[in-house]
């Protein structure tokens, strides 16, 4: 009979989380996981698998948790535009929240990594994020909101590298009303 695991998993995974948030996938060490976990190796192993493993599933719990912002602003709002202002918003907030690592994860974990698993992860991610934002904008072309030849893909990709750059420019030490500063130009971009 196996012994009753020594730890809460829903803490460790969150410290993990933040592990890879701060450090980045590829500078997260192994050792430093399991110190910020407060368990040894073979316990990490046997509740998670691996590093990569625990990767996955630090992200995914960023998603549910730090990430899920996104998802709520797109589908909350009633118009393309209140939607991607709201978004740029609440990024602006989230980003540069002092209780945990600045800038968003799924941005900035995979900087510098050579690992083509976690490349392609974030990237699905980001590109799923970018997806979201040119369907909200479709639906307003549907409806008749925006202007039959508005570019929804390329406002899109705008958008989507504004959030990134906001993302960056918050673990370089940006403050919210920087970002906020930075949303409200990006709107003027809207059609």
Same mark, same amino acid.
């Given at each position: ?13 969150? +410290? ?20 910020? $976990?407060?368990?040894? =190796? ?8 691996? %590093? ?48 945990? =690592? =600045?800038?968003? $994860? ?19 991610? +980001?590109?799923?994020? %970018?997806?979201?934002? +040119? ?30 750059? $906001? ?23 809207? =059609?």
């Amino acid at each position: 009979m196996g012994r009753a695991r020594a730890f809460d998993r829903d803490v460790a995974l969150n +410290r993990a989380l933040e592990e890879f948030w701060r450090h980045g996938y590829e500078a997260t060490s192994v050792a430093g996981l399991t110190a910020a $976990m407060g368990v040894n =190796p073979p316990s990490l192993y046997a509740a998670f698998g691996d %590093k990569r493993r625990l990767f996955g599933e630090a992200v995914r719990r960023y998603q549910e948790t730090h990430g899920a912002f996104a998802a709520r602003a797109l589908a909350g709002e009633p118009s393309a535009r209140a939607a991607v202002e709201r978004l740029l918003r609440e990024a602006a907030e989230v980003y540069t929240d002092p209780a945990h =690592p =600045p800038g968003c $994860m799924v941005i900035s974990a995979g900087v510098n990594t050579s690992d083509p698993g976690v490349i392609e992860e974030l990237r699905a991610h +980001r590109e799923a994020g %970018k997806t979201a934002i +040119r369907r909200r904008v479709e639906r307003d072309v549907e409806a008749g909101l925006l202007a039959p030849e508005t570019d929804a893909p390329a406002l899109a990709t705008f958008f989507a590298a504004v959030i990134q750059g $906001m993302s960056t420019q918050a673990r370089d030490g940006a403050t919210r009303e920087d970002l906020d500063a930075v949303a409200a130009l990006a709107m003027r971009a809207w =059609p």
